[in-house]
């Protein structure tokens, strides 16, 4: 249920911030039309209303794992990066293939993307650094390991959200089989999957 609600935050944020890409885009060409041999191609709705852009960017990120799975900062990043791009690419090839290219101001497309590049990393970190504060991104966590570098990276990293916690009550288990004989990891396994 919380995982579930936590995806509905993220994807909502997300939405925002493409939103707000495509605003700034499109007043940033309409700032500079004196610049361009054409007008503006369509009016602010003609953009943000282009459910396509929301619909190819999230499913892009839902595809990637990004609200699956908790990366630190710069490695999400360079996912969204990455999706981003196929996004663009995917959006463009369709575009083009049904010939409707001419209808859309290219530079919109383009800098609303990079404007997202911008965006949404940065919103994601505030939106977690404020969901932390509430407990609702934090995540009970349990970490089988010697080495107090793995220990303090999870719960030094406050972008993941893990927070310590007794091994009755974690949601997810981190162990560290360097150095463990195969018999005793053996062992921890099948004692966490009998509690």
């Known amino acids: 249920m919380k995982d ?7 994807i909502s944020f997300d939405i925002l911030a ?8 499109y007043l940033l060409r309409v700032l ?7 007008p503006v191609i369509g009016d602010i709705t003609h953009y943000t209303y282009e459910f396509i852009v929301y619909i190819v960017v999230v499913m892009t990120f839902i595809s990637i794992g990004i609200y ?4 630190d900062f710069w490695e999400e990043t360079y996912l969204i990066l990455k999706s981003l791009t196929l996004s663009l690419i995917l959006l463009l090839s ?9 209808n859309y101001s290219r530079f919109i497309l383009i800098t609303s993307f990079v404007f997202m590049a911008l965006l949404i990393p940065v919103v994601k970190f505030i939106l977690k650094k404020k969901l932390s504060v509430f407990g609702i991104w934090n995540r009970n966590a349990e970490v089988i390991s010697s080495d107090s ?8 990293n406050k972008y993941l959200g893990y927070v310590k916690s007794s091994h009755k009550n974690s949601d997810i288990v981190f ?3 360097q150095g463990i004989p195969k018999e005793e990891i053996e062992s921890k ?6 509690e």
Not at 4 to 10: K, M, V
Not at 18 to 25: D, F, N, P
Not at 189 to 194: K, M, T
């Open 4 to 10: 579930n609600l936590l995806r509905l935050i993220l």
């Open 18 to 25: 493409i939103y707000t890409s495509i605003l700034l885009a």
């Open 32 to 38: 500079f039309d004196g610049y361009f041999a054409a």
């Open 68 to 71: 699956k799975h908790r990366h």
């Open 94 to 102: 369709v575009l083009a293939l049904s010939k409707s290219m001419g």
């Open 149 to 156: 570098n793995i220990t303090d990276e999870i719960f030094g």
């Open 175 to 177: 162990m560290d089989t």
């Open 189 to 194: 396994l099948l004692s966490l999957s009998y």
